[in-house]
Structures are given as C-alpha cells and as structure tokens.
T-cell receptor, first 112, second 113 residues
Framework: NAGVTQTPKFQVLKTGQSMTLQCAQD?????MSWYRQDPGMGLRLIHY???????DQGEVPNGYNVSRSTTEDFPLRLLSAAPSQTSVYFC???????????FGEGSRLTVL | GENVEQHPSTLSVQEGDSAVIKCTYS??????FPWYKQELGKRPQLIID?????GEKKDQRIAVTLNKTAKHFSLHITETQPEDSAVYFC????????????FGAGTRLFVKA
C-alpha cells in the first residue's frame, strides 16, 4: 500500500492564482481530512469528509473548497490564493471506528 | 467546538532525564486522545493514544495519563534520548459519531546529549 499520497510536494503561486492540492489514499479509509501547519500554531483542520459525497468544515475553512467524489480522493482547492495561505498542507485519513490518522508527506505552498 | 491547549511550546532536557508535556481540552464529549511525533521535515506519526475509559497507558519509555474530570492529559517520556528530539502534538477527538481531530499547538522537544 502506498498509504496517503499528496501532490505536489512544493508549489509557488502568485496572489490570486488558483490551484488544487491532490490527496489519494489506497487503504479504503472512510475519513479524510486536510490540515495546515504553521509555526507555533500546530495542525489546524481545514475541511474533512466522512465518506464519498460528504464534506464538512473544520477550524479554518475560509478560502478553501473540497469535494469527495470517490473514497480514494480528496482534493483541496484554493480558488484565489492569498499570502496568508502560505503554509504546509497535510492530508490525513483514518478508518471509521479507529483513531489513528495516517498523514501524507505534506505539500509546501508559498503564495507571493 | 473543541479547543486543545498544549504546554510548554518548547522543552529542553538533558539526555536521560524525563520530559512531560501537558494538554487540556474543552469538549467533555471527546473520548480519544492521541499523541503524534513529527521529526524535522517529516509527517506526523502516532506514538501513543488513550481512550476516555482508561486513566493511564504505557508503551516502553512513553506513557500517557488522562484526567477526565479536569479535562487534561499528559505525555511522559522517560530516559530521553537524542532521537526523541522532535515536535510532539496532542489531539482530542470523538471516535464515534463526530470525526474531527483537533490538535494542540505542539511542543518542540530538544534532548541534549
């Protein structure tokens, strides 16, 4: 199993540009989520999904969109990037009824 | 919603000493409390967890305690080694029904050889 795969690993955007961070998992996990990690602020939940077709907001959802059309994929969309979205983004998944989150390797995004 | 506070933000210990990291949570409905370790440039990985029906859990040099009444839980690392140097995150979640896992701000642990 590849586990949780994120792409791209690095991205530089200009203010106002849009992009999608991809996340895929091959463990048949029902739950998937996106976090952003900023210095001194830990991991903050952006959006999460409990299954295909179901998404919900986390702690810091503004400026981000998600969709979950399949169990495997959970892309994160930035419609109009802002410098405040410069961060490291982690996708994570877990199986229903269990607690452990499995993280991807992270995507470092810089917005100029 | 749930809020998790973690202290200290930075901790420096001598090799062989013990390290303690403390967290408090706000939602009394939370019933699952994991701890993650993140080495520099790597992804967070689970090192130990505890459920609300247990007061203490130990795995070799690491242990976690939970006080449900006070809504706080702690990570204890004994006989620290340089490879324990990392950022540690506590978290709280509902394991059934609710699915959000909320993290503390992290503790950067330095173990000096």
């Amino acid at each position: 199993n590849a586990g949780v795969t994120q792409t791209p690993k690095f991205q530089v955007l200009k203010t106002g540009q849009s992009m999608t961070l991809q996340c895929a998992q091959d463990m048949n996990h029902e739950y998937m989520s996106w976090y952003r990690q900023d210095p001194g602020m830990g991991l903050r939940l952006i959006h999460y999904s409990v299954g295909a077709g179901i998404t919900d907001q986390g702690e810091v959802p503004n400026g981000y969109n998600v969709s979950r059309s399949t169990t495997e994929d959970f892309p994160l969309r930035l419609l109009s990037a802002a410098p405040s979205q410069t961060s490291v983004y982690f996708c994570a998944s877990r199986k229903e009824g269990t607690g452990e989150l499995f993280f991807g390797e992270g995507s470092r995004l810089t917005v100029l | 919603g749930e809020n998790v506070e973690q202290h200290p933000s930075t901790l420096s210990v001598q090799e062989g000493d013990s390290a303690v990291i403390k967290c408090t949570y706000s939602d009394s409905a939370s019933n699952y409390f994991p701890w993650y370790k993140q080495e520099l440039g790597k992804r967070p990985q689970l090192i130990i967890d505890i459920r609300s029906n247990v007061g203490e859990k130990k795995d070799q040099r690491i242990a976690v305690t939970l006080n449900k009444t006070a809504k706080h839980f702690s990570l204890h690392i004994t006989e620290t080694q340089p490879e324990d140097s990392a950022v540690y995150f506590c978290a709280a979640s509902l394991n059934t029904g609710g699915f959000k896992t909320i993290f503390g701000a992290g503790t950067r642990l330095f173990v000096k050889a």
